[in-house]
């Protein structure tokens, strides 16, 4: 029996599938999303992850589990994006010019809860300041 882990996990945006948006997320959500999407692509070109996947693939099985769980389109782009800033050297006023205040402050969220995870601090210290950080990066960073 396949688990929906096992589903998630084999879960891919392709092209197709970004034409089928719509039928989810209005106009603009959709577009948001292709857009975070193609720009993902675009700036993980050939990169590898620590198991040897197309980096790229792991954004969008996250980005796969947050629209089953119907999260927000800007959600769904950050998740896209939120290796921008450490793995992919792009600016933040980059992403400020090419996507809405909410997606680079999600994506900027999501860094801050690698960087508290990588700490040295308590889990308690830890677990303190994950329930003050918003709780639609902290969904995003747990898909991942």
Same mark, same amino acid.
């Given at each position: #029996? #396949?688990?929906?882990?096992?589903?998630?996990? @084999? #879960?891919?945006?392709? +092209?197709? *599938? &970004?034409?089928?948006? +719509? @039928?989810?997320?209005?106009?603009?959500?959709?577009?948001?999303?292709?857009?975070?999407?193609?720009?993902?692509?675009?700036?993980?070109?050939?990169?590898?992850?620590?198991?040897?996947? &197309?980096?790229?693939? @792991?954004?969008?099985?996250?980005?796969?589990?947050?629209?089953? &769980? /119907?999260?927000?389109?800007? *959600?769904?782009?950050?998740?896209?994006?939120?290796?921008?800033? +450490?793995?992919?050297?792009?600016?933040?006023?980059?992403?400020? +010019? /090419?996507?809405?205040?909410?997606?680079?402050?999600?994506?900027?969220?999501?860094? /801050?809860?690698?960087?508290? &995870?990588?700490?040295?601090?308590?889990?308690? /210290?830890?677990?303190?300041?994950?329930?003050? #950080?918003?709780?639609?990066?902290?969904?995003?960073?747990? *898909?991942?």
């Amino acid at each position: #029996m #396949m688990t929906t882990a096992d589903l998630l996990s @084999r #879960m891919v945006i392709g +092209e197709k *599938a &970004l034409d089928g948006l +719509e @039928r989810i997320y209005d106009k603009k959500g959709a577009e948001l999303i292709k857009k975070a999407w193609k720009f993902s692509k675009h700036i993980n070109e050939n990169k590898l992850s620590k198991s040897g996947e &197309l980096f790229v693939k @792991r954004l969008q099985r996250c980005a796969c589990a947050l629209i089953y &769980l /119907e999260a927000e389109a800007d *959600a769904v782009a950050a998740a896209l994006l939120a290796n921008a800033f +450490e793995d992919a050297d792009v600016k933040e006023e980059e992403i400020r +010019e /090419e996507f809405p205040e909410d997606v680079l402050h999600l994506i900027k969220n999501i860094g /801050e809860a690698q960087v508290l &995870l990588a700490s040295n601090k308590s889990q308690e /210290e830890k677990m303190n300041q994950l329930k003050a #950080m918003d709780k639609t990066s902290i969904l995003i960073f747990l *898909a991942q």
